[in-house]
Nanobody, 122 residues
Framework: QVQLVESGGGLVQAGDALRLSCAVSGRSLGGYAMGWFRQAPGKEREFVAAITWSAGRILYPDSVKGRFTISRDNAKNTVSLQMNNLKPEDTAVYYC???????????????WGQGTQVTVSS
């Protein structure tokens, strides 16, 4: 059984920064890519960032490029998302996910966390 647990969400003001973390436990996810997604009320789940096992490739959508940074520590089984210069439109529940494919499509990920709320006030 694989468990992904996100932490680090909260209420911040526009322009502030937050760092989300995702701890992976259970069986090894060796070789798995990790991703972050978000979902705002009434909206589809949106891709935020993805990183390969080796961290050799990283992918961001234009909406967060230059503001968000994904990283991973395979020895500690963690993946992080540093979010800078947050905007009200970044408000959402943020999920980490693990999948065999380095991809921006949620359907390509096998394991998901329960999510952590990020709220950015203007």
């Amino acid at each position: 059984q694989v468990q992904l647990v996100e932490s680090g969400g909260g209420l911040v003001q526009a322009g502030d920064a937050l760092r989300l973390s995702c701890a992976v436990s259970g069986r090894s996810l060796g070789g798995y890519a990790m991703g972050w997604f978000r979902q705002a009320p009434g909206k589809e789940r949106e891709f935020v960032a993805a990183i390969t096992w080796s961290a050799g490739r990283i992918l961001y959508p234009d909406s967060v490029k230059g503001r968000f940074t994904i990283s991973r520590d395979n020895a500690k089984n963690t993946v992080s998302l540093q979010m800078n210069n947050l905007k009200p439109e970044d408000t959402a529940v943020y999920y980490c996910a693990a999948g065999r494919s380095y991809d921006g499509r949620a359907s390509m990920y096998d394991y998901w966390g329960q999510g952590t709320q990020v709220t950015v006030s203007s």
